[in-house]
T-cell receptor, first 113, second 111 residues
Framework: GQNIDQPTEMTATEGAIVQINCTYQ??????LFWYQQHAGEAPTFLSYNVLDGLEEKGRFSSFLSRSKGYSYLLLKELQMKDSASYLCAVRDEGRAAGNKLTFGGGTRVLVKP | SQTIHQWPATLVQPVGSPLSLECTVE??????LYWYRQAAGRGLQLLFY??????ISSEVPQNLSASRPQDRQFILSSKKLLLSDSGFYLCAFQRGGETQYFGPGTRLLVL
């Protein structure tokens, strides 16, 4: 079975940093993804980790520790437009099985002025 | 470039009526295709996926079905909608070992 946990909601101030944690227990591991989803819209891809370590993309960074089943998404220099839900997803199977993703429930981030 | 379309954008249907949602992908060939449902304030639940024409895998038992009549077309159907079928339906595609990209979604309200 698959189990992916992330906090339900977080609040932060404009210009600050927020870290969204994600822990997972899956039968296999073939990559971890972070998506951003604004209210009423489709998710958009943010980052992908398959090896341990930090991946940086501008104001967003994502970290992975496979041995701990743990990832975080770091949002720096928060802007009001960063208010959204952030979805953690694990790809637990390979191409032959459809490269399926299992999603966590999402973390709603509210950025306040 | 690759694009994905879904229609309709919004749908209000009575209980017991049929459903047909369509998803098409442009700019790629032989993609993996996925249907997800998202209940209000919740995460994404994978309903169906397809690795090729006519190949459908179901993840969750329900009164929905999916079909892939063409390489870049994925259809979600139901013969009789239930109240619990209300939600945000998202189609996604993936090519090779890359990321899944989502269409704009269809918001379905069953009354």
């Amino acid at each position: 079975g698959q189990n992916i946990d992330q906090p339900t909601e977080m609040t932060a101030t404009e210009g600050a940093i927020v870290q969204i944690n994600c822990t997972y227990q899956t039968s296999g591991f073939n990559g971890l993804f972070w998506y951003q989803q604004h209210a009423g819209e489709a998710p958009t891809f943010l980052s992908y980790n398959v090896l341990d370590g930090l991946e940086e993309k501008g104001r967003f960074s994502s970290f992975l520790s496979r041995s701990k089943g743990y990832s975080y998404l770091l949002l720096k220099e928060l802007q009001m437009k960063d208010s959204a839900s952030y979805l953690c997803a694990v790809r637990d199977e390979g191409r032959a099985a459809g490269n399926k993703l299992t999603f966590g429930g999402g973390t709603r981030v509210l950025v306040k002025p | 470039s690759q694009t994905i379309h879904q229609w309709p954008a919004t749908l209000v249907q009575p209980v017991g009526s049929p459903l047909s949602l369509e998803c098409t992908v442009e700019g790629t060939s032989n993609p993996n295709l996925y249907w997800y449902r998202q209940a209000a304030g919740r995460g994404l639940q994978l309903l169906f996926y397809s690795v090729g024409i006519g190949q459908i895998s179901s993840e969750v038992p329900q009164n929905l079905s999916a079909s892939r009549p063409q390489d870049r077309q994925f259809i979600l159907s139901s013969k009789k909608l239930l109240l619990s079928d209300s939600g945000f339906y998202l189609c996604a595609f993936q090519r090779g070992g890359e990321t899944q990209y989502f269409g704009p979604g269809t918001r379905l309200l069953v009354l």
